[in-house]
């Protein structure tokens, strides 16, 4: 009996359950180290890194003028990458000068709208008539069908009322959010990283990305739903850390004066009514009245801020964090977030619905009194009936888009760079247009929608990377960077049989260059690296990021509308699918 009691126990020889290793331990194959013992406030708000004046004196500036450049670096760096993404962006903005790809909608869209109030339809040949005569033509009367909501043409019109209905005027604002994405990106990976440098560096990525450049000379409205979604992020972030902030303050001292856990305060502490939050949502709700797809990336940062959350409170001691987080914070973010965004929504509709509804105001205005009278909801007013029925009629035309186009992609090549879109192209003669007299043949002036090539293929290791170090290090950055990623290029896979464009990933490049300088921080090796280890990666990244920026000169010709001779633009197509 005991025999057999013995042969059939498959638990024997097992370690007992509170002897087996725990998930941290399971982990240390793939990488996984444990977080060392330290105060739970630095846990909770790591310190900065702190500058070091060092390679200043190297260069022989003064110590004390020395440490102030150190000290200033967080604003300083910032400023100059903004500086030269500026330059870059503004140089030239009004050429070329033509209505090139979609601006043929979206600049008279915006004109009609910051006039009129809603969209019109124009006639034929308006775009001619708009560069002949520099914008001065009436605006029509009849309203028109248009797909995409006001924020973003309302943004773009501010810059047609300061600078007229011309190409640099519909481009002005895009450049404008553009250059600001920069030094938002900076400060972001800074407060990220803990590092100006990589937060710079990240910033510097996506100065000299060839898309995010070209969106940002362009009047589309993917680079004003990149700005408010960047910045929404922002405002996650810096909520986040407050929060922390807030707790540790609260949680007490040991003896030694270092900072314990709390598990009754970590799981009862109200953190206050948070306003960064507030700003988030109301820059996703911006994000979704220029796009409606800001609504999936308003899903992902909500999610993402309740398990930001949980975490901190399970840093604070709680015992059952996730549950205190669900109990404390998910209404906060809801009411900060939702609503929030639905309100920003519906007043961005302002215009139309302040339209005439007898039939002469926005298009579906007058549906409610007319073609929707009687029925169920006739309790809602009007504006608001008609604006639903706008809606729906807008949601099956996006589910059931499909026409075929040149240069439409799947989502499977984006990050490959494997199909960009030319938004210009035409072949001037030699001597005309810019082309050089001695050119032989005819040359080639493009403006393509190209992603700077080194920098997207080194970006697919980098998301590799990122979601390995969130996977098994557990490293919430990498968490973040990657709800960026996924939030702004995932939903597009669910709609693979739909035209879209390459274009629309310019709303994650942010994400992409946050996960690149993450990775050439590794390259570079971590704080307390030896010497050796640290000159080698930094040589290594060095040499990567001077090739990305070489890149970017490279195809600064077909970012920009230069006439170059045709062998030179045959030389630039490195992939079939680029022509």
């Not at 948070?274 to 996703?284: C, F, N, T, V």
């Not at 909500?302 to 959350?309: E, H, I, K, Q, T």
Request: glycine fraction near 10%.
């Amino acid at each position: 009996m005991t025999s057999t009691a013995s042969s059939t126990d498959t638990r024997q020889g097992q370690a007992p359950h509170d002897q087996r290793p725990s998930w941290p331990q399971r982990l240390r194959r793939f990488g996984y180290t444990a977080r060392p013992v330290v105060d739970v406030r630095d846990r909770l708000v790591p310190p900065y890194a702190e500058p070091g004046a060092r390679m200043w004196q190297v260069l022989g500036v003064p110590p004390t003028l020395a440490d102030r450049v150190a000290r200033w670096s967080g604003w300083g760096g910032p400023l100059l990458v903004t500086l030269l993404a500026g330059v870059m962006r503004f140089w030239h903005l009004g050429s070329p000068k033509a209505v090139i790809f979609d601006e043929t909608y979206y600049a008279k869209d915006a004109w009609a709208l910051v006039h009129r109030g809603f969209e019109v339809n124009w006639d034929k040949n308006a775009n001619d008539l708009v560069i002949q005569s520099n914008g001065h033509v009436k605006i029509p009367l009849d309203a028109a069908y248009v797909v995409h909501p006001p924020v973003g043409k309302y943004v773009i019109g501010l810059g047609e009322l300061m600078f007229g209905f011309n190409p640099f005027g519909w481009r002005f604002m895009t450049a404008v959010l553009g250059t600001l994405s920069v030094l938002m990106l900076c400060r972001i990976g800074r407060r990220l990283f803990r590092s100006t440098f990589l937060g710079c560096l990240a910033g510097a990525l996506l100065a000299v990305d060839g898309l995010a450049f070209v969106m940002s000379r362009t009047s589309l409205l993917d680079g004003v739903l990149t700005f408010f979604v960047l910045a929404a992020f922002g405002c996650l972030l810096i909520d986040r850390d407050r929060a922390r902030a807030r707790l540790a303050a609260a949680l007490p001292a040991d003896a030694d004066g270092r900072i314990r856990p709390d598990a009754h305060l970590a799981q009862t502490l109200s953190l206050g009514l948070r306003p960064y939050r507030w700003a988030a949502g109301i820059l996703l709700g911006l994000a979704i009245g220029t796009k409606w797809n800001g609504l999936y990336i308003l899903a992902a940062f909500c999610v993402m801020a309740v398990l930001w959350d949980a975490a901190s409170r399970r840093v604070a001691g709680a015992p059952f964090a996730f549950a205190a987080a669900l109990r404390r914070d998910t209404g906060i973010t809801f009411l900060a977030t939702v609503p929030v965004a639905i309100g920003v929504y519906l007043v961005s509709w302002t215009g139309w619905i302040l339209s005439p509804a007898d039939g002469s105001g926005g298009y579906f205005r007058n549906w409610a009194a007319t073609a929707g009278k009687g029925g169920h909801f006739t309790f809602l007013p009007d504006w608001l009936r008609s604006l639903w029925h706008y809606e729906h009629e807008v949601y099956k035309f996006h589910v059931g888009l499909s026409s075929p186009h040149t240069y439409q992609s799947n989502p499977w090549s984006w990050l490959v760079d494997g199909r960009p879109v030319s938004y210009y192209y035409v072949s001037p003669s030699p001597g005309v247009d810019g082309c050089p007299s001695d050119a032989g043949a005819k040359c080639a002036r493009e403006v393509l929608a190209l992603g700077t090539p080194l920098l997207w293929w080194a970006a697919c290791f980098a998301v590799l990377y990122v979601l390995w170090r969130w996977a098994f290090r557990r490293d919430w950055r990498a968490g973040a960077i990657a709800c960026g990623v996924a939030a702004g290029y995932l939903p597009w896979f669910m709609y693979q049989e739909r035209t879209i464009f390459f274009f629309y990933a310019v709303v994650f490049v942010p994400f992409l260059c946050l996960a690149v300088a993450m990775l050439l921080g590794a390259i570079i090796g971590p704080p307390g690296s030896g010497d050796t280890r640290r000159v080698v990666g930094a040589v290594g990244a060095g040499v990567l990021v001077l090739l990305i920026a070489w890149n970017f000169i490279y195809f600064w010709p077909l970012y920009t509308g230069m006439s170059i001779p045709i062998e030179q633009w045959r030389s630039r197509m490195w992939l079939d699918t680029w022509i």
